[in-house]
């Protein structure tokens, strides 16, 4: 198995340097292929050094494979996410419950989401990994039938017992409710 893809940050110059990953370069295809499957990406990251923290923008567009909650048939949804957030190199071990002074705005401008790293390489593969698993929807569905189960494949994929037609609570949820999982998506912590 190959190594995972890593960027040693302290030979960032000072200006700054920009990375591009596709699935054609190849470096994080294993690392994302429980994700993307063999979908076609594009990552572009800049990362410049402040000191020991350095600031990383970037963007990235992928397709990715999902199965629709309601009649479980396959469907293709667009990634399209772009960030800005800091990475911290901190090697002793923070308490757990220090989340929320994790914030910093080094110019006093917009607050930035800091990642705690372990040591001065960067895993490219895990950041995104984590990035593209926290941009899944709640609710994924092919078309507006299959949400009132009007949709041709549901009474099939019931038959082939892919789903059971008890509708869970979960199901239930209208979509302007409260989302008890939303939080997780402002949640990204290294270990
Ligand atoms: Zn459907």
Same mark, same amino acid.
């Given at each position: ?16 340097? @920009?990375?591009?990953?596709? /699935?054609?370069?190849? %470096? +994080?295809?294993?690392?994302? =292929?429980?994700? $993307?499957?063999?979908? *076609? ?34 469907? @293709?949804?667009?990634?399209? /996410?772009?960030?800005? %957030? +800091?990475?911290?190199?901190? =090697?002793?071990? $923070?308490?757990?419950? *220090? ?43 092919? %078309? ?48």
């Amino acid at each position: 198995m190959k190594q995972p893809y890593k960027i040693p940050l302290q030979e960032i110059p000072p200006e700054g340097r @920009e990375y591009t990953f596709t /699935e054609k370069s190849g %470096e +994080l295809n294993q690392e994302l =292929k429980d994700l $993307l499957g063999t979908h *076609s990406y594009h990552i572009e990251i800049f990362i410049k050094p402040q000191g020991n923290i350095f600031e990383i923008k970037g963007s990235i567009k992928a397709k990715r494979e999902f199965i629709c909650s309601f009649c479980a048939k396959d469907l @293709e949804k667009e990634v399209n /996410e772009s960030f800005h %957030e +800091l990475l911290f190199i901190e =090697k002793k071990p $923070l308490p757990r419950k *220090s989340h929320s002074s994790q914030h910093f705005s080094p110019q006093g401008e917009q607050e930035l989401f800091c990642n705690y790293l372990g040591s001065s390489d960067f895993f490219v593969g895990s950041y995104f990994h984590e990035i593209i698993a926290l941009a899944e929807p709640y609710q994924i569905y092919k %078309e507006e039938a299959c949400l009132k189960r009007q949709c041709p494949f549901y009474k099939e994929a019931l038959k082939k017992g892919y789903i059971s037609s008890v509708i869970t609570d979960e199901n239930k949820v209208p979509e302007n409710t409260h989302r008890p999982f939303s939080v997780l998506k402002k949640l990204k912590i290294k270990t």
